[in-house]
């Protein structure tokens, strides 16, 4: 019975379990299941997916983030800022700004640190990917997709599409208590269109600095949290001209609040908070 030592974190209630592959080993072909194994809540730990954190030769760490279905992930928003504040804490960093590795390229995390404790980080999240084909999704590859009406089980929608390195639709609500999050998500998430999924957002516009947001996951259904969907509703609210460029928004998501903010230089800064649940060992079925 092989077991590996683990610790949850969850970022505004997003949680994973983070593997330190500095310190253990797992079988790459295996992971999707262990993602299966420890995410679920009757016999595993209980989590949104599984999170490795492993040596870079292009960065200070490298992330994969395998979604709770054990799909895998190209980014997480709070996955990034939960690696961030593990590897200041375990010293696999010695500087407070350092560049984490993701499937979608390089990040750049500032850890602010409290009486040596990390309680917030600010990840610049690089620049937002447009183009149907940076998606993916089926249509022009050279075409935007901006309020852009599309139809879903017989409706038709207003949709907008962002990719973080991870791909996004959102959709504008009048209240975001009657999203239908768990009806409309599921269905778009595997629509055809979308060869690799997509994440589905819904998001209230409260002003230009302040948006509601809750989330369908890709691969992980219904989350408190999307850190890479917050930052696509905001460029999203700002290309449909509900929020400004280069001013910081409050995301008001299910699990908490996370500032974003779409600079003028065009990379997306995300601020949130980072916490360790506990820590333990996990033995594979
Ligand atoms: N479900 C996402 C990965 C997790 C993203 C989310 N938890 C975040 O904080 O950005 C995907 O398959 O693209």
Known sequence: MSSFQFTKMH?????????????????EESLPEIARQVSSVYTGIGSDG????????RAEVKMRIFNNDGSEGKNC?????????????????????FKIETLSG??????????????????????????KADLPMAGD??????????????????ATAVSMGNPHLIFYVDNI???????????????????????VEFVEVVSKNELHFRVW???????????????????SSVLNGHTSQGEETTVHLAGGDLLINWTKTGTVLMTGPAEVVCTGTFFLR
């Open 11 to 27: 970022g505004l209630g997003n949680s994973y379990i983070y593997v330190n592959l500095f310190e253990e080993q797992l079988e």
């Open 50 to 57: 599984l999170i490795l954190i492993s040596p870079s030769d």
């Open 77 to 97: 928003g709070n996955g990034l800022r939960c690696v961030a504040k593990y590897a200041f804490e375990h010293k696999l960093v010695t500087n407070e700004t």
């Open 106 to 131: 390089l990040v750049e995390a500032k850890v602010h640190v409290n009486n040596d404790l990390v309680e917030l980080v600010t990840v610049d999240m690089g620049e937002p990917r447009l183009l």
């Open 141 to 158: 590859n050279q075409e935007k997709t901006i309020n852009e009406p599309m139809e879903f089980a017989g409706e038709v929608y207003q």
């Open 177 to 199: 208590n009657q999203a239908p999050v768990t009806s409309l998500g599921p269905i778009v998430e595997k629509d055809e269109r979308f060869p690799e999924g997509v994440n």
């Open 217 to 235: 996951e890709r691969g992980s259904g219904v989350t408190q949290a999307c850190g890479t969907g917050a930052c696509a509703a905001v460029v």
